[in-house]
Nanobody, 116 residues
Framework: QVQLVESGGGLVQAGGSLRLSCAAS??????????MGWYRQAPGKQRELVAT??????TNYADSVKGRFSISKDGARMVYLQMSSLKPEDTAVYYC?????????WGQGTQVTVSS
């Protein structure tokens, strides 16, 4: 089992920045197939991928956030999402996700609200 705890959400004006953190309860990045990432879900919409990062440091971003968001990891348990030039359409609950040893794990989510 893996527990994921997100932090760093909040209210910010359009054009501002926020940094989300995700702490895993155990080492995640042990094998090349291990992946951590961020997803988001806005009211009335499906959950969508924001960004992912692999054990080897390969990253993937949704087109809507390319050039504005940056995912990074620190060691084997921490993942961050640096969000800049935020837009009102970035408003959503952001969830941390881990693919580990065949399991798919989710955090409880952190709210990000961008005001216009």
């Amino acid at each position: 089992q893996v527990q994921l705890v997100e932090s760093g959400g909040g209210l910010v004006q359009a054009g501002g920045s926020l940094r989300l953190s995700c702490a895993a309860s155990r080492t995640i990045f042990s094998f090349s197939i291990d992946v951590m990432g961020w997803y988001r879900q806005a009211p009335g919409k499906q959950r969508e991928l924001v960004a992912t990062i692999t054990s080897g440091g390969n990253t993937n971003y949704a087109d809507s956030v390319k050039g504005r968001f940056s995912i990074s990891k620190d060691g084997a348990r921490m993942v961050y999402l640096q969000m800049s030039s935020l837009k009102p359409e970035d408003t959503a609950v952001y969830y941390c996700n881990a693919l580990y040893m065949g399991g798919n794990y989710w955090g409880q989510g952190t709210q990000v609200t961008v005001s216009s």
